[in-house]
């Protein structure tokens, strides 16, 4: 499951963060890294982008973004 495949109010634990490159270390730098939970809080009328929630920051991410996130719940 990919953060992408959560709705507004449900969270989950990060498991991987994409594959290698500047996608991944942009995500990993805005504090999405394994272990972490994330809430998504909305997401806008067409469904991109997603607001969540992690370590206390929110975050608007994309959903090709939000796709390559996988989670446990």
């Given at each position: 499951?990919?953060?992408?495949?959560?709705?507004?109010?449900?969270?989950?634990?990060?498991?991987?963060?994409?594959?290698?490159?500047?996608?991944?270390?942009?995500?990993?730098?805005?504090?999405?890294?394994?272990?972490?939970?994330?809430r998504?809080?909305?997401?806008?009328?067409?469904?991109?982008?997603?607001?969540?929630?992690?370590?206390?920051?929110?975050?608007?991410?994309?959903?090709?973004?939000?796709?390559?996130?996988?989670?446990?719940?």
């Amino acid at each position: 499951m990919t953060l992408r495949d959560l709705k507004p109010g449900q969270q989950g634990k990060v498991v991987s963060v994409g594959t290698a490159g500047a996608m991944k270390r942009r995500l990993m730098d805005m504090g999405v890294t394994p272990g972490v939970t994330v809430r998504v809080v909305k997401t806008a009328p067409l469904g991109d982008p997603v607001e969540v929630t992690v370590r206390g920051y929110e975050l608007s991410l994309r959903k090709d973004e939000a796709g390559q996130v996988e989670i446990n719940m």
